[in-house]
């Protein structure tokens, strides 16, 4: 992460060559040596024509179109798209030939894989980053099972997300439960809007999967109930998530609470985070996270948009009001020349790797390294208190 | 308020508006009780202990169904539950469960348990009741039968958590006995498998390297007297040669030394001496390293003043005392001292957390037998460390039975100790269960019948009562009025 990052990582891409052939989920393998397998491809630096046998595709990195044109009508050979030149031994990725496209669902290196379940969802937040889609896509969920089974065991944590994962129900229980068995050791972050455990017994469900390492991401807005629901715009949404949050408590499901800070949920921050640490003390985590200006949240952006700068004295009180009742608290999203240095401790380089990127004028910032830096949206709306600062947190005069 | 421009998003969402007025037009109010916090405001708590300042117009407004179902005063009384409307019914289950987490200690019974080794004691102290100058070892002291009935019956506790306290007259003039427990309790919890805590409750006087091997080797910590300056210390404590405080500040030094800076507290005792000089007291902890004092009146009022021993004073003259001593404190933090008094850390837990506290006074029902058992040097059950007091004053009210005859059920299921319980139970108790302070003070049966011959008690002229209610509206308006005060106290709770 230390690296000046302008350009977040690509994780679609189209192939240059579509075959009549069925979609795969593939674990990249690099060397030509190794076992070959029908859930494998290939990549090969360039084109040759002695291609080992037994490999689901070979993706080549370099070669001139007419040779892999040729060849390919013999072989399942595609040219590597250069936004995909990243790939490595272990990643898994989706290869749809008839429509041409890949899809890195997996990367064996980075820290923050995420497993999107679903586009559908029950909500309709206002700043969702990633809108819901109606339409039916349980095809991910034989997708998602799949390359679940050719993950590396050693992967430390994995992000569940959506859409809203709960809404596939059994299928998300036996996804969950996919995990357990192949990747016993990691971590499981699942982002969910919390109204499916409304239901005890689907509390339980999810329960009595028994994972080891299992922590429950809920999103929530305000301490008035309206608030909230105006906020993820579906009336009931609030008691259906506080009822899902006690019953994941009783059924000793982890929980961390994620508020989104924008001008429909900062009036009620603080009393927010009062509300967090007497009602639902039992939350292990609550990340308070600034607005990442994609999807729903660019559409409203003129509604949304608070410059951080304009409630640091909101977030400092809401984190000294958690911090003090002894919860675990972390801000999310928020650059370090934004927030006071008394804040510093609790900020966390919390976005994605492939989304992450620090801008030009970050260039001289001493602390740079510690930094979250922004998210690769945010490029263009982002505090006016952006600066580089010194090692002690003081503006570095430009 | 309702100049609020409304957000203007786009299309594809519904207006603010279609939500908000799901709230309806009245509400309904849930259980609260108020007081008045000065002239202008009240305080206002609900059931679950969350407090809420308001103007008496707003208070009324409120009570009368008032309100206008909008802006900050009405959201801030809605999230903390004390009213409800159309738009959710969630707050009934959290006031549920958070009513349930207040009380949860009440199902674990008792988990302090006071051996009274000896009540001898080489000190003299004026407003000690209890110690008994003595070379008759045989008249004084626990026996070892007694003794291991006493861990009998702590066994029998359904607590996770035990903690054992030796108290005395002077512990450590029977030290042997000390020692026998601690082995048995840990020998028995081989298999019982407690958290187990011991503390030794000692002027320190007689500690000496054996004593010290011994505690470091069972992770003993250790409670001492430290009443302000030397002057005052000693003053408060005499002892043959007039050295008290001097041995007790050698004793602390030898007590971190051995153990850990962090294995040793001082409780102080305020007298007529203490009240013209709560500064130099705090002072004198903050010198000897503490980073928190505990200020008491005497304990338990009136039994030191009732018998002449020593001059008393009003409730109102310590809490003058008390005002002074914590804005001292206050101050001392401000310029970077970080220094806690543990009798607002305890209330402040009780006001700003969902979690109960185990401190025995502030229960309801009383902590007493529920919190707290004391074996007496006699093998004798008492109610509380202030009950076995009373009995040497020859008031056996509050002795719940005898360690040859009794069992933990026998004690904790006698009527004596439960009819007590249930007269004297805050939620019902005339005044009390009106008090907006309510679910941060608590019941204190023993003190009531020692200074009004009555467990309920008569709150208009109890010094319980008073002492309690102005020191919790004292914290509420440091925390409402004053910012960096409520920040300092605010770190006090962790």
């Known amino acids: ?398 | 308020m309702a100049t609020i421009a409304v957000p203007q998003l786009n299309k594809a969402f519904a207006s603010e508006d279609s939500f908000r007025q799901r709230t309806g037009k009245d509400y309904a109010l849930l259980p609260l009780r108020f007081l008045p916090l000065d002239e202008d405001r009240y305080v206002a708590t609900n059931f679950a202990g969350e407090y809420i300042v308001l103007t008496r117009p707003d208070l009324q407004a409120l009570i009368r169904h008032e309100l206008r179902p909008q802006g900050g005063l009405y959201d801030a009384l809605k999230a903390k539950h004390f009213v409800l409307d159309g738009d959710s019914s969630v707050a009934i289950d959290l006031l549920a469960c958070k009513y349930r987490t207040k009380h949860s200690l009440l199902s674990k019974l008792t988990s302090l348990f006071l051996f009274v080794v000896t009540l001898r004691c080489e000190h003299s102290c004026p407003y000690c009741q209890v110690s008994r100058q003595s070379q008759d070892r045989h008249a004084f002291d626990m026996r070892r039968c007694d003794a291991e009935r006493a861990i009998d019956f702590v066994f029998s506790s359904p607590s996770e958590h035990i903690k054992v306290e030796f108290q005395g007259g002077e512990p450590l003039l029977n030290f042997d006995l000390v020692r026998w427990v601690v082995d048995q309790v840990l020998e028995r919890n081989e298999t019982a498998r407690k958290q187990i805590a011991f503390v030794i409750a000692t002027n320190l006087a007689l500690i000496d390297d054996g004593i010290l091997a011994f505690c470091k080797a069972h992770d003993i910590f250790i409670s001492t007297s430290l009443d302000g300056p030397r002057e005052l210390h000693n003053a408060n404590r005499p002892r043959p040669g007039h050295d008290s405080y001097e041995r007790t500040i050698e004793g602390i030094a030898q007590v971190r030394a051995a153990l850990g800076a962090d294995r040793v507290a001082a409780l102080m005792t305020t007298t007529r001496a203490s009240l013209s000089q709560p500064e130099s007291i705090v002072d004198e902890y903050v010198r000897q390293g503490f980073s928190s004092l505990f200020l008491r009146a005497l304990s338990p009022f009136g039994f030191a003043v009732k018998t002449g021993a020593i001059d008393g004073y009003t409730i109102d003259e310590w809490l003058a005392f008390y005002r002074r001593a914590l804005a001292h404190i206050l101050r001392l933090n401000k310029q970077g001292v970080a220094f806690r008094e543990e009798y607002a850390a305890l209330l402040l837990r009780k006001m700003l957390t969902p979690y109960p506290t185990g401190y025995v006074d502030l229960q309801s029902p009383a902590g007493i037998g529920l919190s707290c058992i004391a074996f007496n040097y006699d093998g004798s059950i008492y109610a509380s460390d202030e009950a076995r007091m009373l009995a040497e004053m020859g008031d056996y009210t509050f002795r719940l039975g005898r360690l040859v005859s009794d069992t933990f059920e026998s004690v904790i299921g006698s009527p004596r100790l439960l009819d007590c319980l249930a007269a004297s139970m805050s939620e019902s108790a005339p005044m009390c269960a009106d008090c907006g302070v309510q679910p941060y003070c608590g019941s204190d049966p023993v003190f009531h019948y020692a200074t009004q011959g009555d467990m309920v008690g008569r709150k208009t002229t109890s010094g319980f009562c008073r002492k309690n209610m102005e020191i919790i509206k004292h914290l509420v308006r440091l925390l409402e009025d004053d910012r960096e005060a409520s920040s300092i106290l605010r770190s006090w709770i962790r």
Request: with cysteine.
């Open chain 1, 1 to 398: 992460m230390s690296d000046m990052r302008q350009v977040a990582v690509s994780l679609h891409s189209r192939l240059a060559i579509t075959r009549d052939a069925e979609p795969a989920v593939l674990r990249i393998a690099t060397d030509p040596g190794c076992l070959p397998a029908t859930n494998t491809a290939l990549i090969l630096p360039s084109f040759i024509t002695d291609l080992p046998p037994g490999f689901a595709a070979y993706l080549v990195e370099d070669g001139e179109p007419e040779t892999l044109e040729i060849g390919s009508r013999l072989e399942p050979i595609y040219p590597l798209p250069s936004a995909l030149s990243y790939l490595g031994e272990g990643d898994i990725i989706r290869l749809n030939p008839r429509h041409g496209q890949v899809w890195v669902m997996y990367r064996k290196e980075s820290s923050t894989n995420s497993m999107l379940f679903t586009e559908q969802c029950n909500s309709w937040c206002v700043m969702c980053s990633q809108p819901p889609v109606a339409a039916d896509d349980r095809w991910l969920v034989d997708a998602w099972m799949e390359a679940i089974s050719l993950m590396a065991p050693d992967t430390a944590e994995l992000g569940i997300t959506g859409g809203e994962p709960t809404l596939l129900g059994d299928s998300f229980v036996e996804l969950l439960a996919a995990c357990k068995h192949h990747l016993p050791q990691t971590g499981l972050h699942v982002l969910s809007n919390g109204r499916g455990f409304n239901y005890l017994s689907f509390a339980q469900q999810v329960a009595s999967v028994g994972h080891p390492d299992l922590v429950i991401g809920t999103p929530l807005y305000s301490d008035i109930a309206w608030q909230h629901d105006f906020i993820v715009q579906a009336p009931g949404a609030f008691d259906q998530t506080i009822r899902g949050l006690l019953n994941l408590a009783r059924c000793d499901v982890r929980i961390e609470l994620r508020v989104v800070i924008h001008r429909l949920s900062l009036p009620r921050l603080v009393g927010l985070a009062t509300f967090i640490a007497r009602n639902l003390p039992f939350v292990e985590h609550v990340a308070l996270m600034g607005l990442e200006p994609i999807g729903f949240a660019r559409a409203n952006l003129s509604t949304l948009w608070v410059d951080p700068a304009d409630y640091q004295s909101d977030l400092e009180a809401a984190v000294n009001e958690l911090a003090s009742n002894s919860m675990n608290v972390s801000i999310y999203n928020h650059q370090l020349c934004v927030l006071p240095p008394t804040l510093w401790p609790f900020a966390r380089q919390s976005i994605s790797d492939w989304k992450n990127v620090y801008l030009p004028i970050c260039q001289p910032c001493a602390v740079r390294d510690r930094c979250g830096g922004f998210f690769h949206s945010a490029v263009r709306s982002h505090s006016r208190a952006i600066s580089p600062l010194a090692h002690d947190g003081q503006r570095v005069s430009s």
